[in-house]
């Protein structure tokens, strides 16, 4: 009963089926490349326009999509757009690292309404998870959405469960490790929440707003407070059997190396997260230094901090051989606050990275600087549970 282009082979089926696989093509199309015109939309879709306006009208009918402006035309009338309606869905973004975020994006990811809160993972989880939904609730009042126009939370946290039962010295992210972060959320919150480990939703961004236009297979170090990682194969994340798949910082480099809050030692964020770089400045100047103090020393050309940058790059430049070893990705993104402000550890670890890449060829790996900042991580969670709502209605 439908007419199909000759690019396509007929499909046979039950046509309720065929309009259910056809709509959710359409939405596809639109989230990829909104907007778009009904004709441009057919062609993608590989369908005839009666067919495609058939379920557009649905759409608009429904308040998903909405007409817009008017589009490029070679002679003749020019085209009615469509895209997603921003007002008819929204959804929150959480970002916990050194301090909470808190966004409200509609239905075409643009941000609402942005809160920064100064409230670290040390707080536990239990607290961040109060402050987080308080701010929600406050948001909403503020903005006065309606609560049927919610469809979810994404939140990136540090929270996954250690095999360490009993808390370790120093950990950044007490009360974390062994709590179950998403069965807290998922109690407290009023609505439906998508949550992921803070280095995956940075790779995710990445694959969104930065490096993912040049690669489509990458590693993904996560350079913060901790040190964490992805693998992203052709535009995804993988995730691993259990969830725990490019978990670089607890690699262990030393065997008989610090003692590690996850139970193992000498693991890799012991050597080149922020906590550690942090807990090396005391040691070598026997006082504490806070994080804004050590990147003003860094920016003045301080040798204590440039040392311990360079000693912590040194040990980093071997993480990221054994990434490039093992899986011969197309590229490493360095990621996190530390990618961003320490030029100079970069340069180390990439230096101390090639003195171990064994393979004359993965010696070429490109090692960037990741294109993205805390805004884009955020915005990649609550783009989660977009991708969930559209394949929902779809
Ligand atoms: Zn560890």
């Keep these: 009963m439908y007419k199909l282009t000759k690019r396509k082979k007929v499909m046979r089926g039950h046509p309720k089926v065929i309009r259910e696989i056809n709509r959710k093509n359409i939405i596809e199309a639109l989230r990829q490349s909104a907007p778009l ?79 920064k809160i100064p409230v670290s993972p040390s707080f536990g989880p239990q607290n961040v998870v109060e402050t987080v939904l308080r701010e929600i609730e406050s948001i909403k009042q503020y903005t006065e959405i309606p609560e049927n126009r919610v469809v979810g939370l994404g939140v ?13 010295e120093s950990s950044p992210f007490a009360g974390w490790e062994s709590a179950d972060v998403e069965t807290l959320f998922v109690s407290r919150s009023p609505y439906p929440v998508t949550i992921d480990n803070v280095a995956r939703a940075s790779a995710m961004a990445e694959i969104l707003y930065g490096w993912g236009s040049a690669f489509h297979s990458f590693f993904y170090f996560y350079l913060d407070w901790g040190t964490g990682g992805g693998v992203v194969y052709r535009g ?47 040691r070598e100047m026997g006082e504490e230094m806070d994080f804004a103090e050590m990147i003003s020393r860094y920016r003045e050309g301080d040798p204590v901090v440039v040392n311990v940058l360079r000693r912590a790059g040194y040990f980093l430049g071997k993480g990221i051989a054994n990434i490039i070893n093992i899986l011969n990705p197309q590229a490493v993104v360095l990621g996190g606050e530390l990618g961003r402000l320490f030029p100079l550890y970069v340069e180390e670890a990439i230096a101390s990275a090639r003195e171990n890449i064994f393979s004359l060829s993965a010696q070429e790996t490109p090692i960037v600087v990741s294109r993205v900042g805390k805004e884009e991580v955020v915005l990649a969670v609550a783009q989660m549970v977009l991708a969930r709502y559209l394949e929902e209605i779809g």
């Design 236 to 282: 995804k994340i993988v995730r691993g059997l259990s969830g725990s798949c490019g978990e670089v910082g607890h690699s262990t480099i030393d065997p008989e190396g610090v003692l590690c809050y996850c139970g193992n030692r000498g693991c890799l964020e012991q050597y080149t997260s922020t906590a550690a770089l942090l807990r090396n400045l005391k």
């Design 156 to 168: 990136s946290t540090p929270g996954f469960l250690f095999k360490a039962t009993r808390m370790v």
């Design 37 to 115: 015109s009904r004709t441009e939309l057919a062609k993608k879709v590989h369908l005839s326009l009666p067919s495609v306006s058939r379920i557009i009208n649905a759409l608009l009918e429904e308040g998903v999509l909405l007409e817009v402006g008017k589009g490029d035309s070679r002679g003749g009338r020019k085209p009615t757009l469509l895209e997603f309606n921003p007002h008819h869905r929204f959804v929150f973004g959480v970002d916990v690292s050194r301090e909470i975020t808190v966004v409200l994006c509609d239905l075409q990811g643009t941000i609402v309404e942005r809160r």
